[in-house]
């Protein structure tokens, strides 16, 4: 098996932004789409641009590691984004996505690969045979971002269907690491438009 092309992780909302969408609907995408891509990359700061995310977010976990979990306020969501980027496990490559979108943000259903390193799995609330090892955590999971009026991100609520969990060990080869995630993601970023 062949190094996946991190580049995937965005081709359902691009073939979504193909679409004719009205102009707060496509913003939401295309907030989506740029959050997606600082986040894998590890550049998290600019998810929380005035632009792109509400002063006071509020996130709602129910996913392997961080179970009935609620974060609340920039500082605390900042944490966990700081956390996953310093831990160099924020590159992750999602598959079918499935997505709506309506004046109140947007709901996902899709399937995400997490790369980690073996020592980075009891992190994740996950256990794997060698701490060394290098791994995809796949995951299926069920997604509804709020937004406001104005497109900014309210908030996360992020659902895990355990039932299909994977933890699946990959040669070193077939490992992206954040710095390659970086190099092959940053020229897909583009600013916002302007909500018309």
Known sequence: MAKQDITTQ??????????????LHR?????????ALLEVMGEWEGIFEADMTVPNPVYYFNITGLMGVTVEGADAVKAVYRQLAEDETSVMLVEDERL????WGFASDSIF??????????????EVDKPEGYYILRQHFAMIWPYDDQAHLVGERV??????????EIPEEE??????????LKPLLRPLTELV
């Not at 913003?27 to 959050?35: A, G, K, L």
């Not at 709506?100 to 004046?103: E, G, I, K, N, R």
């Not at 659902?159 to 699946?168: C, D, G, M, P």
Request: proline letters at 3%.
């Open 10 to 23: 965005i081709r359902g909302i691009d073939e979504f932004l193909e679409q004719d969408l009205a102009p």
């Open 27 to 35: 913003r939401i995408i295309e907030n989506y789409r740029r959050h």
């Open 100 to 103: 709506a979108v309506s004046d």
């Open 113 to 126: 690969n997490t790369y980690l390193r073996g020592w980075d799995a009891p992190g994740k609330g996950i």
């Open 159 to 168: 659902y895990e269907n355990l039932a299909l969990q994977e933890v699946i």
């Open 175 to 184: 490992y992206i690491t954040l710095a390659e995630a970086k190099t092959v």
